[in-house]
T-cell receptor, first 115, second 113 residues
């Protein structure tokens, strides 16, 4: 069964550095998402991406964050000038369409640790 | 602010029993409702989804939706120790939400032998 793949599985970075988290969505999916989950907290929406542009973003997704689909397969989340509070699990998800019966499929996540 | 509420638990049931997990949501325009299972340190795994009022069954799992009461539930029959996990309720809004999911905080389920 096709799946969403994320790399790396764990990223350790010094505060103030830039990180890029990578995702390969399921090939025939059109909608792409990033979520994050701080340890012990709920899964939070960051951003949705459709037709090569951001379709919706949360209050969390400020100028520190950016997303890109540089080619036909990868979907990346860049975090500039990382802060301690950016430490979390980051999940990529993809969905074929927005019909009610279309679920989002999640990748295994990247654990980001900011030191 | 659109919210999804779950009892955080923990909910403890004996092996073989029925586990009942509940979720309420605030956005009346919500269209689809999803139950994900999450093991510690892992990603959410889709169990099932529902978008019409009533019940939907898939194996040992039954999802129930009542839009008038803004309530969705998940029943797990013949619970097994391997069902022990956190269960996340997620709601997808309508309109121009582009499929964004709003998650509850999750209910921790423990199935003891």
């Amino acid at each position: 069964e096709p799946e969403v793949t994320q790399t790396p599985s764990h990223q350790v970075t010094q505060m103030g550095q830039e990180v890029i988290l990578r995702c390969v969505p399921i090939s025939n999916h059109l909608y792409f998402y990033w979520y994050r989950q701080i340890l012990g907290q709920k899964v939070e929406f960051l951003v949705s991406f459709y037709n090569n542009e951001i379709s919706e973003k949360s209050e969390i997704f400020d100028d520190q964050f950016s997303v890109e689909r540089p080619d036909g397969s990868n979907f990346t989340l860049k975090i500039r000038s990382t802060k301690l509070e950016d430490s979390a699990m980051y999940f990529c998800a993809s969905m074929r369409g927005t019909y009610s019966n279309q679920p989002q499929h999640f990748g295994d996540g990247t654990r980001l640790s900011i030191l | 602010q659109k919210e999804v509420e779950q009892n955080s638990g923990p909910l403890s049931v004996p092996e073989g029993a029925i586990a009942s997990l509940n979720c309420t949501y605030s956005d009346r325009g919500s269209q689809s409702f999803f139950w994900y299972r999450q093991y510690s340190g892992k990603s959410p795994e889709l169990i099932m989804f529902i978008y019409s009022n009533g019940d939907k069954e898939d194996g040992r799992f039954t999802a129930q939706l009542n839009k008038a009461s803004q309530y969705v539930s998940l029943l797990i029959r013949d619970s097994q120790p391997s069902d022990s996990a956190t269960y996340l309720c997620a709601v997808r809004g309508g309109g121009t939400s582009y499929g964004k999911l709003t998650f509850g905080q999750g209910t921790i389920l423990t199935v003891h032998p």
